[in-house]
């Protein structure tokens, strides 16, 4: 049994925070997210071989963490414990924050926020026994902040929480730790568009370092992107609206993307019909439909298959296509560069790129390893020197 899919792995969601990483990429952050060995892709990327030099906040979902708060997962590779191999990058990147995701998911941690009625009250005993048991596991695993996925919880919860972040940020305050945020906001789906879109975020962001937002798009059978950029672009908007501060906005490009079967190989372009079920499965993608980018750069390497790549003339996100009638969307450098320059001109605190599992780590592609990862640092770095020296 798969511990996750990657409709679980896409609408958990994570994030990171600040830092004084102005040598590195400015103030931007560009937010690496990373499933432990604990995940059904144990074993896609070893920690050691991340590459913390592009990346200023790991943030690692709480698979590693078990049930007893205090406890997590640290039986990794060889007597070497996984929290070790994270505070090794530190070696690489001594700027690098580390962030711990903590997921719905996870009942009992959360659970001991909240009293049995289901209330949560932010200066309970158990609100500041959770903040303090909070502190030691992030003593302990040497990681220097918390992540909380908000997409199940309800206005009135997010409104506890809100007080209760702030009364965590206290203490965490004497120990540099930080609090993010992390939610994906589903087309079609009431949970996010009714919770979110009625709801103030002033106040949950008071206390919190950043929020990342991840853009999902709704399969309905045509050719499409997940995540554009339009679509991002008027989420931000609306989030912004209600409340969200645009520094404390870091959104998401997904390191996988759509692949198809057309229904019609001459009909090649965004909103052609696409046979479902002809549609593939390529490489160690476990859902049809959707394709990693380390075997996509591996598929459109094949010559044999032809691919046309055609733009969007505003976005430049990259659609292709091969004569056969397969169909594929993604990012790429060209098309980072110009979310990168939106994240600028809209004063956006920064890019996720999410998983960086599914990267090409080996640099198959040609535009080195963890092409995305590195687009995304190299353009805000890039940008933002520009603008200062201009
Ligand atoms: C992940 O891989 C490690 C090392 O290969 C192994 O020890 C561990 O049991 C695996 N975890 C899961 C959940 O499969
Ligand atoms: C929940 O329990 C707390 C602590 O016992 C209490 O203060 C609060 O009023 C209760 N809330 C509801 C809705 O019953
Ligand atoms: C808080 O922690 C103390 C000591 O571990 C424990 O006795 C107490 O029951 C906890 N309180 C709550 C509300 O979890
Ligand atoms: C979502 O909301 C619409 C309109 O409010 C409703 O018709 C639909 O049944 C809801 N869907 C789900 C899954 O709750
Ligand atoms: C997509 O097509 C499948 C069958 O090919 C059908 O079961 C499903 O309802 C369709 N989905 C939408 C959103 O139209
Ligand atoms: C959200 O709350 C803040 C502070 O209470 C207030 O200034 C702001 O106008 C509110 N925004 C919306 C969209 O209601
Ligand atoms: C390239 O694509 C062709 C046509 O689908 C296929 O037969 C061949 O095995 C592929 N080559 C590689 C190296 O994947
Ligand atoms: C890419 O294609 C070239 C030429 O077909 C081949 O030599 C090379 O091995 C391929 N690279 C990968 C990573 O598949």
């Not at 690496?32 to 144990?42: G, K, S």
């Not at 687009?375 to 020197?385: C, D, I, M, P």
Request: aromatic share 10%; proline share 3%; glycine share 8%.
């Amino acid at each position: 049994m798969k511990i996750f899919t990657l409709v679980a792995i896409v609408q958990v969601f994570l994030l990171a925070s600040e830092a004084r990483s102005d040598a590195i990429v400015e103030n931007k952050r560009v937010t690496c997210f990373y499933l432990t060995p604990m995940t059904e892709l144990n074993g896609t990327l070893d920690i050691e071989d991340i590459d913390a030099s592009i990346c200023t906040h790991l943030l690692v979902d709480e698979t590693a963490i078990n049930q007893a708060i205090e406890e997590h997962y640290d039986g990794y590779s060889s007597g070497v414990g996984m929290n070790q191999e994270f505070e090794k990058l530190k070696a690489v990147n001594p700027n690098l924050k580390l962030i711990v995701q903590v997921r719905y998911s996870l009942l009992s941690w959360i659970g001991n926020f909240f009293y049995s009625n289901g209330t949560l009250d932010g200066t309970s005993e158990g609100a500041s026994n959770a903040t303090q048991g909070t502190i030691r596991l992030l003593k302990k695993m040497g990681f220097d902040g918390v992540d909380f996925n908000i997409d199940y919880y309800s206005a009135e919860k997010l409104d506890e929480m809100a007080d209760m972040f702030c009364d965590m940020k206290n203490e965490f305050d004497k120990n540099g730790y930080i609090i993010t945020i992390d939610f994906a906001y589903k087309e079609g789906s009431n949970i996010t568009q009714a919770r979110h879109m009625s709801y103030n975020f002033s106040k949950l962001t008071r206390c919190c370092d950043h929020l990342n937002v991840l853009y999902l798009g709704h399969p309905n059978n045509v050719t499409q992107r997940m995540s554009s950029l339009r679509m991002m672009k008027s989420t931000v908007d609306k989030y912004i609206e209600r409340g969200l501060p645009p520094n404390k906005i870091v959104i998401t490009i997904p390191a996988f993307g759509n692949i198809y079967a057309l229904e019609d190989p001459q009909d090649t372009g965004m909103g052609a019909k696409i046979d479902v079920e002809r549609s593939p499965q390529i490489g160690d993608s476990f859902i049809r439909g959707f394709i990693f980018h380390r075997d996509l750069v591996r598929e459109m390497n094949n010559s044999s298959l032809a691919w046309t790549i055609r733009r969007d003339e505003e976005t430049k996100e990259p659609y292709a296509f091969t004569k056969t009638g397969l169909w594929a969307s993604y990012d790429d450098r060209t098309s980072i560069e110009v979310k990168a320059n939106y994240v600028l001109e809209k004063g956006l605190g920064g890019i996720l790129i999410f998983p960086i599992n599914l990267e090409d780590k080996e640099g198959i592609g040609g535009e080195g390893t963890f092409p995305l990862t590195r687009a995304v640092f190299n353009s805000l770095r890039g940008l933002q020197t520009e603008e200062k020296t201009s």
